[in-house]
């Protein structure tokens, strides 16, 4: 512990390296423990999985 | 926020949308947000990644 | 399974016997299985333990 | 309810049906429930869905 | 990672310490890595928090 | 969404604004979306309720 999961959209290899590297960061600078402890989980959705408003993200957002 | 995730069986598009639709609706009828406060996230689960009384769902369910 | 998670604000009982009721009915107008099979599992968070925009919403709601 | 959720590595069939059965049985030794009332979910994550020590485990562990 | 996350009602520490050692051992048996690698997380549901068949449990179990 | 969740120790309110403050911001630099498309969801665990390498934390952390 502590361990962050983000759910947000499908990203590239660079840009999850970055938001693991970044979100650690972040949340070391507040819980001085090892960067050893710390799990970033990333979790990919489809547009058509997620839901804002009561509509499907893929009904909201064009192609 | 309010965040809803169901975690469930594999969907098809439309039973997502009237999931996220009807979800939020309950949502909103007990919590006076506005639509765009709500968020849903649709999990999909295959039948051999869930267990129910010790056993995965793909022993227990004819394919 | 299927399992519905609401991250919401804090709630009275009436409240969440409400939501656990349309929730239920939600997802099974969708997911055809019996009752018994759908679990609800309410979150509630106090205002200093979310954040929107940056912010916490106990320094964007006032008392 | 209870519900287990294993966030862990890619599994074969039979890992997964191991870890469902071990799993139960271990919560049922503290919690005592009938197995049905017990659902277990496993989520597996691919190594560059997951950072430990701000690095991402497919940057750590070679192929 | 791997994290083994429980929901289940209110425990003893005792209920506890049973629980984090044997779900580690089930799945250390599945996933061979060190012991250390292994995090769970014990969320407790007071029965009013939970629906099972579209009821809360607080008013299907008697107090 | 994006929401990110960081399940961890019991924090200050000063804590949770610099967290919810800079969480936020990593996640912007990678995912270029409105703050206010951003939440955080800060889960406080007792060290009774968290397990590292099969042991509860209050059993491996002196007071």
Known sequence: MP???IEGPCLSTDQK???V???TKAARAVIPLPAEAF???IK??????VGVGGELLADK???
């Open 3 to 5: 361990i962050i999961t």
């Open 17 to 19: 390296r970055q938001l």
């Open 21 to 23: 590297r970044d979100l």
């Open 39 to 41: 799990t970033v989980l």
């Open 44 to 49: 990919e959705n489809s547009h058509d999985n």
């Open 61 to 63: 957002i064009p192609n």
